[in-house]
């Protein structure tokens, strides 16, 4: 694997989401994922991003792209923040679980869209990561 990131967003206001999730959409269409898989990612990477806003208050987005000849291409985001972290992580899994005004259906949906989704979250440091693939 040969990881390379892509973009860096700081995720500081909406304008950001909006960024973060623009430079997903492209990494993906450059790499020749399908349209539908490229509104998955901006969709996913949109969520997240606006947790970071909503739940946290600021954080950092990281779009990677990982290639090995002729193996899977991948994106891996990461998106990071030092706010209040998740304290049930299965429970804000759950479709409806929202400790803010929101429908709670963020995160479900990003589990649905990813191929793969990992939380690591703790008072003072939330790091979650979600990868898609493409097999060439
Ligand atoms: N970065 C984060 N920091 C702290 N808590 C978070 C973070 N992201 C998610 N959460 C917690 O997980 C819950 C579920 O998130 P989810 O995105 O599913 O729903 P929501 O943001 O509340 O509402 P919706 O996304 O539907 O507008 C949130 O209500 C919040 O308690
Ligand atoms: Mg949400």
Not at 18 to 41: C, K, Y
Not at 76 to 95: K, M, T, Y
Not at 107 to 114: C, H, K, N, S, W
């Amino acid at each position: 694997m040969i990881p390379r990131v892509h973009a860096t967003v700081a995720i500081l206001a909406q304008s950001d989401v909006i960024a973060a999730r623009h430079a997903g959409r492209e990494l993906a269409r450059a790499l020749g994922f399908g349209t539908v898989d490229q509104t998955r990612l901006a969709t996913a990477i949109s969520e997240l991003a606006r947790n970071t806003l909503q739940h946290a208050g600021t954080g950092l987005c990281t779009i990677h792209e990982e290639a090995a000849p002729g193996a899977q291409t991948l994106i891996r985001v990461v998106v990071s923040d030092e706010g209040p972290g998740i304290a049930d992580v299965a429970a804000a899994l759950q479709p409806g679980f929202s400790t803010g005004n929101g429908l709670g259906l963020g995160l479900p949906a990003v589990q649905r869209l990813t191929d793969q989704l990992t939380i690591d979250s703790r008072p003072g440091r939330t790091v979650i990561e979600i990868t898609m693939g493409r097999r060439r």
